[in-house]
């Protein structure tokens, strides 16, 4: 079992930057895709990045490619995003997500079994 724990939200202005945690309990992290999953009130979940367990590879949405970083210390059993130049379009709860995917990473919420509880992200303008 995995459980896994976000941290770091808040709020911030247009223009600024966070960096989200998510910290994962359980032996098998590193060997586990992780990705990081946004929903705004009235919208469904979105991806928002993902990287493998090597970290040799990452994914980006377009909407946030080039202003948002995800890293993942396996050490640490941790996973990051650093989210810079935040936009208010940027506003919702972020939620990371993992699992043991052997085709790599996925942008497709199904395809991760376990969930963190999520972090409110709000950016004002």
């Known amino acids: 079992q995995v459980q896994l724990v976000e941290s770091g939200g808040g709020l911030v202005q247009a223009g600024g930057s966070l960096r989200l945690s998510c910290a994962a309990s359980g032996r098998s992290f590193s060997l586990y895709t992780m990705g990081w999953f946004r929903q705004a009130p009235g919208k469904e979940r979105e991806f928002v990045a993902a990287i493998e367990w090597s970290s040799v590879r990452t994914d980006y949405a377009d909407s946030v490619k080039g202003r948002f970083a995800i890293s993942r210390d396996n050490a640490k059993n941790t996973v990051y995003l650093e989210m810079n130049s935040l936009k208010p379009a940027d506003t919702a709860v972020y939620y990371c997500?993992?699992?043991?995917?052997?085709?790599?990473?996925?942008?497709?919420?199904?395809?991760?079994?376990?969930w963190g509880q999520g972090t409110q992200v709000t950016v004002s303008s």
């Open positions: 997500a993992g699992d043991f995917l052997t085709g790599g990473i996925t942008r497709d919420p199904t395809n991760y079994h376990y």
